[in-house]
C-alpha cells in the first residue's frame, strides 16, 4: 500500500467549500470512495453538492440523513454519485451491507458522511476528507465566521502517485 497523500486547505466560504468539492470531483473516477467527517453543520453537504456538480449528476444534492443513501445519476455519462449518511447507523460495515454500497463502488463515486470506522473495508483505497471549524474562531473577524480547515488524505495504491496539491486552488 502507498503512503498516505495528504494536502490541507483553508476555505473561507460555503461557496469556496462547494469549488473545493467541484476541484475533487475532477479526480475523481468509478469506484472511488470518500469518507467526509466532521461536526453537524461543518460543510460536508455543501463540500459534496460541489461535488455532485463538478460529476454533473441529476438530482439536488442534498443532506440524506433521513433516506440514509441517495443515488444521483450522472447527466453526462460519468459516474453516479452515491450520497450516504453513516450518522445513524451504528452497526458498521454489516449495516452497510444493507445499503449494497459494495455493488454500487465499482461503477458510483460514493461519498460517506460519518463513515469513519464504519465502511474503510469497503475499498483498500479511499479519501479521507476531515472539515474543522478553524482555530480561534472567537478572534476571528465577523466575515470569517465561516472558515474551515479541510485535510484531505489519500489512502491506498489508487491515491500513492495522485498530486493532491491541486485542490488547494
Not at 453537504?45 to 455532485?52: S, V
Not at 445499503?99 to 475499498?123: A, T
Amino acid at each position: 500500500m502507498g503512503a498516505p497523500q495528504e494536502v490541507r486547505i483553508t476555505v473561507k466560504t460555503p461557496e469556496h467549500m462547494r469549488e473545493l468539492g467541484r476541484r475533487l470531483a475532477e479526480l475523481l473516477a468509478p469506484g472511488d470512495l470518500v469518507l467526509l467527517s466532521g461536526e453537524l453543520g461543518a460543510g460536508k453537504t455543501t463540500l459534496t453538492r460541489g461535488l455532485g456538480e463538478g460529476l454533473g449528476v441529476r438530482g439536488a444534492v442534498t443532506s440524506p440523513t433521513f433516506v440514509i443513501a441517495r443515488v444521483h445519476p450522472s447527466q453526462s455519462g460519468g459516474p453516479a454519485l452515491v450520497h450516504v449518511d453513516a450518522y445513524r447507523l451504528g452497526g458498521g460495515l454489516d449495516e452497510m451491507e444493507d445499503l449494497d454500497l459494495d455493488v454500487s463502488l465499482p461503477e458510483s463515486v460514493v461519498v460517506v458522511e460519518w463513515g469513519e470506522g464504519k465502511v474503510e473495508k469497503l475499498s483498500e483505497a479511499r479519501l479521507q476528507v476531515v472539515i474543522q471549524r478553524a482555530v480561534g474562531m472567537v478572534e476571528l473577524a465577523e466575515d470569517d465566521h465561516d472558515e474551515r480547515e479541510v485535510t484531505v488524505t489519500g489512502i491506498g495504491e489508487r491515491w500513492a502517485a495522485q498530486d493532491l496539491s491541486a485542490l488547494a486552488g
